[in-house]
């Protein structure tokens, strides 16, 4: 069974949004592969900051969310590739090899070691730019148009705040990596639980798009 999970709308920040983790800058330098010029990026992490990007909805390989802008009112969906099975067992089998592991991982963070010892298992986490797919609404010239950057750069700062996003979005869900690894009593709620939807169909997801469209019209 698959899970959703929801953000709520970002709110206008006036500047520079600073990213701190390791895997957070992995993923902005992805992010930044896929502009076509410095003067789109700039763009981009203006509209980011503007408050005008509706809730991001996140699943296991797919990610979206509704922009607005002078023009009009846009959907952005992208993609990214799940781990498969082994890969994800792999991770499981680094994390469970350390207590600190899986205590940096309830509180959203992924330790350094962690990634060097599953890329040694050829899992690699964070994804890089040509794998990371995005369409719009909004028919620009380019593949990845700004709104496009600007909903990635979201994202980017989503997941730099807890790590366990970036590997949801990659199909490892933290409850299930840390399955049988000791109690989570207490445990930090992951980003965006409070709102997981339980789906049996990954189509469902889809329909999180034009909640995410809506919430610009609320």
Request: charged share 25%; glycine share 10%.
């Amino acid at each position: 069974m698959s899970s959703v999970l929801t953000f709520a709308r970002e709110p206008h920040r006036r500047g520079m949004v600073k990213v701190e983790s390791w895997w957070g800058r992995a993923f902005l330098r992805a992010i930044e592969e896929l502009a076509y010029d410095d003067n789109q990026l700039s763009g981009a992490r203006t509209l980011a900051r503007s408050g005008r990007i509706g809730g991001l909805v996140v699943e296991a390989g797919r990610f979206a969310a509704g922009v607005e802008d002078e023009r009009g009112l846009w959907t952005v969906i992208g993609t990214v590739p799940v781990l498969d099975g082994d890969s994800v067992a792999a991770l499981e089998e680094v994390l469970g090899a350390s207590a600190a592991r899986v205590e940096a991982l309830l509180v959203g963070e992924l330790p350094l070691d962690v990634a060097e010892h599953a890329e040694e298992a050829g899992v690699e986490l964070v994804p890089y730019g040509e794998e990371l797919g995005v369409t719009c609404t909004c028919g620009h010239w380019h593949p990845v148009c700004g709104h496009a950057l600007a909903v990635l750069h979201q994202l980017c700062w989503t997941v730099d705040r807890d790590a366990s996003v970036l590997l949801h979005l990659r199909g490892a869900e933290r409850h299930a990596l840390l399955r049988n690894k000791g109690p989570e009593t207490g445990r930090a709620a992951p980003a965006g639980e409070a709102t997981r939807d339980q789906v049996d169909d990954v189509e469902i997801a889809l329909d999180a798009v034009l909640r995410a469209r809506h919430m610009l019209e609320e």
